[in-house]
């Protein structure tokens, strides 16, 4: 037993050597027999004279007492007699029955009815892949299934198995009815849904034999982190990106755009990292990479395709909208196991296929396989992730708001990891930081050193506030409920004499970028929503009206 026990692979795999392993060192022997009434009943017959059989079946028993069997239950089974073959005297059943870790060590063979029925087909399914329950399940259940399989000469009665810790109220209690230390299971499904739930207590040490303090706020963590932002991933695509529902062959997907390269990179080496941890049974392990990729997709490379994907029609805007779409659909695939209603939803919207189909569905799918990752890709976006964040702190310090175009940024850094960067790399850096150029110096230095030139010209003043300018007309817009569709007319008064020069000079772009008819100087009689900016220099007034 201690040798075939050393092929079960448990997760967590300390149990094996420890908590289990040391059980079966220790191993004594186990005393079947139970003096109960509710039980299996051992099925030996004695007689006084010595003689006892072991009965096989139902049928055996039969025709050995001539009895017709129906009831297996004791009060029925114990009126059972056999004429012994020695004295010829009656021999009656053992009055004793089994421990009931008999039964459910015995659950493989039992509920196949094997061996009396099914036989092909329970060979072909023992012993079991997996299997999963409580800790204190090492010195029963887990153990007692082992103890049968042996004796039966079948080896391990299980390949691999999840060992679950237990989960406890917040405070570190058992859950208690009386204490009312935990929240309502009914409530929380309908406040946060099952799939946040299930992630919850996926990605928790609970599944890796450790104790849980249950939180409800980690269960509304789950909706933060996984559901609103892959749902608005979703929601940005189908707004922007129209009718496209090709499932997209990866041979057929040539995309020049570096963001579209370093997601599809991202996504495959998060399939991969969700298979090896499955592989492993280790849940965790498996959960946790998806956060981080939801992050990477909705955080960066969405915020940094939004333009692309509003960029008419062009080739760049098509690649966007293909990519996301392959995304989405393997997006579902990898949060399946673990959020399969969220999944669901995701893959029958991305696909068109809309719930039509009683055969398809994202959980009929095959994990994909053929995932290479361009590692290349992958440490450039990285190295101009990192010189990002140490810029944006750089603008922050300086009290510069991000809509505030720069002249520049320098960037020194080791060489090795500079020659990374690729020209496409910095101009999305320098989309990302609102800086009109970046210089790079290769240095004989380990860390990145940045830093921003933030010396406003009157030219980068008003292209700073011409972004400013966007942003409030597009909020103008949407509060007075215009669609995409909708022309507008700009009205503008001014004290200001950035404002005016602003306007002036730029108007053509803003017009461009908020969608709109045209600007004018005035006051209209009647208009749909207005703002007031009270600018260093004096007062800038706009008004949105629509155009007829
Ligand atoms: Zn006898």
């Known amino acids: 037993m201690l040798k075939e026990a050393k092929k079960i692979n448990w997760s967590p795999s300390y149990i094996k050597e420890g908590r289990f392993g040391q059980w079966l060192e220790g191993a004594k022997d186990w005393s079947i027999s139970r003096q109960r009434y509710w039980a299996s009943v051992i099925p030996i017959w004695q007689c006084s004279c010595g003689w006892q059989q072991v009965i096989g079946s139902v049928q055996e028993l039969a025709e050995l007492s001539g009895a017709e069997i129906t009831d297996l239950h004791k009060h029925i089974v114990d009126k059972i007699t056999i004429k012994c073959p020695n004295c010829g005297k009656l021999a009656h059943r053992v009055p004793d029955v089994l421990d009931t870790w008999f039964d459910s060590g015995s659950m493989p063979y039992a509920q196949a009815h094997y061996p ?110 996984i559901t609103l932002p892959v749902w608005n991933v979703y929601k940005f695509y189908d707004l922007y990106g129209g009718n496209e529902r090709s499932v997209l062959s990866r041979a057929n997907w040539h995309s020049d755009n570096i963001l579209d390269h370093w997601i599809v990179s991202r996504l495959y080496q998060l399939l991969g990292e969700i298979d090896e941890a499955m592989m492993g049974y280790n849940l965790p392990r498996a959960v946790r990479p998806l956060a981080v990729f939801v992050d990477d997709l909705s955080g960066w490379y969405l915020r940094r395709s939004r333009s692309r994907f509003k960029n008419g029609e062009s080739q760049d805007k098509d690649w966007a909208v293909i990519t996301t779409n392959y995304v989405l659909q393997h997006l579902s695939l990898a949060l399946a196991p673990f959020t399969p209603f969220l999944a669901e939803a995701l893959w029958q919207k991305i696909t068109g296929f809309d719930y039509k189909y009683d055969d398809k569905s994202v959980h009929l799918l095959s994990w994909p396989t053929d995932l290479s990752v361009d590692e290349e890709v992958l440490a450039e976006m990285a190295a101009v992730r990192e010189i990002a964040e140490l810029a944006l702190a750089q603008r922050d310090a300086a009290g ?47 860390n990145w050193e940045v830093s921003l030139d933030t010396t406003l010209t009157p030219e980068l003043m008003r292209e700073g506030l011409a972004r400013e300018l966007v942003r409030h007309i597009n909020l103008l817009r949407k509060e007075s409920g215009f669609s995409l569709s909708d022309q507008t007319i700009i009205y503008w008064r001014a004290t200001s004499p950035l404002a005016k020069l602003t306007l002036d000079e730029l108007a053509g772009t803003i017009t461009k970028e908020t969608l709109s008819g045209k600007i004018v100087e005035g006051r209209p009689d009647q208009f749909l929503a207005h703002k007031t900016l009270n600018l260093d220099d004096g007062i800038l007034e706009i008004m949105i009206a629509k155009l007829n």
């Not at 153990?143 to 810790?165: D, E, K």
């Open 400 to 446: 510069l708001k991000i809509r505030q175009v720069l002249s520049s940024l320098t960037v020194k850094g080791p060489s090795d990891r500079l020659s990374l960067i690729s020209s496409a790399g910095l101009d999305i850096l320098a989309d990302e930081l609102n800086v009109k150029h970046i210089i790079t110096e290769a240095h004989n230095i380990v």
């Open 116 to 225: 009396f029925e099914n036989a092909q087909d329970f060979d072909s399914h023992f012993p079991a892949q997996f299997i999963a329950e409580g800790i204190d399940q090492t010195r029963c259940w887990f153990y007692y299934l082992q103890v049968i399989s042996t004796a039966l000469g079948r080896g391990v009665a299980f390949r691999n198995v999840i060992v679950n810790g237990i989960v406890l109220a917040e405070d570190g209690k058992k859950m208690s009815k009386k204490l009312q230390n935990y929240p309502d299971p009914a409530e929380l499904l309908d406040r946060y849904g099952a799939d946040a739930l299930r992630y919850y207590l996926l990605a928790s040490p609970v599944t890796q034999a450790e104790n849980l303090n249950f939180s409800e706020t980690g269960v509304e963590e789950a909706i933060k982190k």
